[in-house]
């Protein structure tokens, strides 16, 4: 309706209107002007009079082709000035787009904040059921669990990198789950292990040392991490590409 009613929808409806008022006044004005000499015809022979008529309609379609171009030379212009316009008003658009995705830093860290939330409802149930979080600290988060009764070797229950392992990080703190900085052995578990998979058997040592360590600590407070190898084979850095150095 907004396109039909507005100026754009009067503009072609004028157009309209002076295609069929141009187009029907010159043909109404060269039928009537050709009507006297086409009774004079009549009294001619046939061929005469057929050219005669041909003539006749070559000079009305020339003359109905010439009120096109001038139909064509005015629509033309004003055709050139309404894209302008809608390339202007498109960039216009674009730049105010790109100014509510920018959006302010509060709301940057709103938004943020809200995909965290989801996120979080995904992996509430899973990271409840972790005995500890390793981390990056930043980049990187992977929930382990270790349940004797029911685990061979541990479990990674969930991970996640960027906002999701924020997002692991601040649940683990609401359920009381350690969260513990080992950045390459974080690295080596994201990189080796998908959830609900257990870790691969190289990592088996490191791991051990840190979950001896929780169950510690969960028994008496205190002390400081227990320092882990974690073996060349699972290596990588932040990019997953393997790595010699420790990180």
């Known amino acids: 309706l907004k396109r039909i009613f507005g100026p754009t929808g009067w503009i072609e409806l004028g157009k309209s209107l002076l295609k069929v008022v141009l187009l029907g006044g010159v043909g109404g004005w060269m039928l009537w002007s050709m009507t006297g000499s086409s009774l004079g015809l009549m009294a001619t022979d046939l061929d005469a009079a057929a050219g005669a008529l041909g003539g006749q309609f070559i000079f009305l379609m020339f003359v109905m082709a010439a009120g ?5 030379g005015v629509d033309l212009p004003i055709q050139m000035i309404r ?11 674009v730049r105010d787009e790109h100014k509510e995705d920018e959006g302010s830093p509060e709301q940057k860290g709103a938004q943020r904040q809200r995909q965290r939330e989801i996120v979080k409802g995904g992996f ?5 059921t972790a005995h500890v979080v390793l981390t990056n600290p930043t980049h990187f988060s992977v929930a382990l669990r270790y349940d004797s009764g029911k685990d061979q070797v541990p479990v990674v229950v969930a991970k996640g990198r ?5 997002a692991i990080r601040e649940l683990a703190a609401e359920m009381q789950v350690p969260v513990l900085e080992y950045p390459s052995l974080a690295r080596a578990v994201y990189f080796t292990s998908r959830e609900g998979q257990e870790v691969r058997d190289d990592l088996y040592q490191a ?5 001896a360590f929780v169950f510690g600590v969960n028994q008496q407070a205190g002390g400081g991490l227990p320092p882990v190898t974690v073996p060349d084979t ?3 850095d932040e990019n997953g590409q393997k790595t010699a150095a420790a990180g």
């Open 124 to 128: 509430r149930k899973s990271v409840g």
């Open 234 to 236: 699972a290596l990588f």
């Open 83 to 93: 894209h302008f316009q809608q390339l202007r008003m498109s960039k216009q658009e």
């Open 207 to 211: 791991i051990a040392v840190v979950l």
């Open 162 to 166: 960027g906002q999701t392992a924020l």
């Open 68 to 72: 096109l171009l001038l139909i064509a």
